[in-house]
Structure formats: structure tokens, C-alpha cells
């Protein structure tokens, strides 16, 4: 399945779009799609994965996300079967012309919007305290409005509270060839991450040679398959140990790990920490 281009037009009377979602979003397909605009999205509760290019992560407690153009991802309230408020801005990178961002008192923001381009999520007092505004930006006149949107980007640029996401630009330096095969990639671990998932199988998947693939997708992502699979199986087992429900061996087995100390040993090298110091950490925060 390839991205899809949405297409963004400003209300009349606007430089910029602003939406607001409270619907819960049931739907299993994902929508994977890009556009040219920057975009800042705000959830502000509940868990969920950030699929950005080859870049896969979970959320907890909501999202502040900020966007480069052209960066392939899915939905992030896909899934999210709770109450929520998102807002979703976006804009041109010339929204207020083409010089406009050059301006010596806008320079932070320039900089902001450039780290953009690698996708960031932001965390902590930044978080909920832009969250806020972002909710009541909707309620604003257009002019007002503006000058809020102003004062948010410089709140972000001026914040040290977020995390790259390091999508590496993959968007802006590939073919749609690429993009339609990276997909399918995407779409096989998907499915099949919770069993054990064999090279040779991927690799015909996209009609390629095990070693052709293997070579490929490290030069596509510049990581091994087998990273990838890692990380993706992590992602899901942070969202999981969230849950006191489940034992950290249900979660490894949950996860497609085959047994609980390599699930320990590639958790604690995605994530630093291990399963369990990973736990009480996320009940720490909810504490």
C-alpha cells in the first residue's frame, strides 16, 4: 500500500488549517498518507503508536508531535479506543511568505521548523502547556489566532522538553517504487511480528533475494532488517507493559520473542532500561 498525498486547503480567510477530533477512530486499516505542510498534532490522553516513515514508537498519557512536510505516517489516534481531544495544525513553510521565517527575531523558529524534518514529540510541562493553548486555539478569531500560532512556535523553539525522532528526511529522498515496497515491508511485520519471521520470506514478498533484500533495506533505512523487527516488537511491548494485566514473560511471548532473556537483553538495547525497570518507571510518572 503507498502513501497517499492529502491535500491540505486552508479555510478562507486563513494562512494556516486547524482541526479538532474528539470521534474515536475504530477502524483496523491504517491511513498512511504525507502531505507538503509542516504539522503539529496534539492527543491529549491515552496510548498509541507513532509510524513515521521507518521510525515506529508507542506513546503513553498523549502526544505533542511536530512534523516535517513530506514525512510518510499513519494516523496516531489509530486505535485509540478512549476519550481524547486531538488538534492537528498545519501549515506551508511560507504560510506567511516566502521570507518570513528568515527574520533575525524568528530565527529560533526557523530552527525549530528544520528539526522538524527529523519529526519530534514533546514531553513534560511543554507538552500539556502547549496541549492547552492548542485547544483553545480552535476558538479564536483568525487574527488572534494567528498571533497564537506565533507564540506557540516560539514556546517549542525555545523548549529543551523533546525527543528526535530521527526519521532521516526518508520521504524526501525516495521513489514512490520505494516507498510502495518499503510499505509492503512494513505491512509483513505488521502481521506476522508475534511469530517468528524467516529473511527468505520477507524477501519474496517484495521479489527480491535474501541477500539482495538484506542489502536494500539497510541502505533504504540504515539499519538491518532484523534491528527493525527488534524495534518494532519493543514499541509494542512498552505499550503492553503498561498493563499490570500481563507478566513481562506474557509480554516477550506477546511479542514474538522466543524467550524471555533475549526479549530482556533487545529491550534494554532499544530502550536503555529493562522490562521491569521500564514498568515501575511508567508507573512512577503516572504516580
Known amino acids: 500500500m503507498k502513501p497517499t498525498l492529502e491535500r491540505i486547503d486552508p479555510v478562507f480567510g486563513n494562512s494556516f488549517t486547524i482541526r ?7 477502524e483496523e486499516k491504517p491511513n498512511w498518507h504525507f ?4 504539522e503539529i498534532v496534539y492527543i491529549s490522553n491515552g496510548a498509541g503508536k507513532r509510524h513515521i516513515c521507518t521510525h515506529i514508537s508507542e506513546f503513553q498519557d498523549g502526544d505533542l508531535i ?3 512536510p513530506n514525512l510518510p505516517h499513519q494516523g496516531f489516534t489509530q486505535g485509540l479506543l478512549e476519550e481524547h481531544v486531538e488538534i492537528v495544525v498545519q501549515m506551508k513553510e511560507d504560510f506567511l511568505g516566502h521570507d518570513f521565517l528568515r527574520r533575525p527575531e524568528l530565527h529560533a523558529i526557523q530552527q525549530l521548523f528544520e528539526r522538524s524534518k527529523q519529526g519530534l514529540t514533546f514531553y513534560g510541562h511543554t507538552k500539556w502547556e502547549v496541549g492547552q493553548r492548542l485547544v483553545r486555539l480552535v476558538e479564536l478569531s483568525p487574527f488572534d489566532r494567528l498571533i ?3 507564540g506557540i512556535l516560539n514556546q517549542l523553539a525555545g523548549s529543551q522538553e523533546y525527543k528526535l525522532l530521527n526519521v532521516d528526511g526518508f520521504a524526501l529522498e525516495v521513489n514512490m517504487q520505494d516507498q510502495e515496497r518499503m510499505r509492503a515491508v512494513y505491512d509483513f511485520v505488521e502481521l506476522n511480528y508475534q511469530q517468528g519471521i524467516m529473511l527468505d520470506d520477507v524477501a519474496s514478498t ?3 533475494t535474501t541477500p539482495a533484500f538484506c542489502r536494500y533495506f539497510k541502505k533504504m533505512t540504515t539499519k ?3 534491528r527493525f523487527v527488534n524495534e518494532f516488537r519493543i514499541a509494542h511491548a512498552s505499550r503492553l507493559l503498561a498493563d499490570d494485566h500481563y507478566t513481562i514473560a506474557a509480554v516477550s511471548f506477546e511479542c514474538g520473542f522466543n524467550n524471555l532473556s533475549n526479549f530482556n537483553k533487545q529491550f534494554r538495547e532499544v530502550t536503555g532500561v529493562s522490562p521491569s525497570e521500564y ?3 511508567h ?4 504516580t
Do not use: D, Q, S, W
Open 20 to 26: 479538532k477530533h474528539t470521534e474515536i477512530c475504530a
Open 66 to 68: 511536530f512534523l516535517g
Open 35 to 38: 502531505h507538503p505542510e509542516y
Open 224 to 226: 538491518t532488517f532484523t
Open 206 to 208: 517484495v521479489n527480491m
Open 279 to 281: 514498568r515501575k518507571n
Open 283 to 286: 508507573k512512577r510518572l503516572l
Open 148 to 150: 497564537e500560532l506565533l
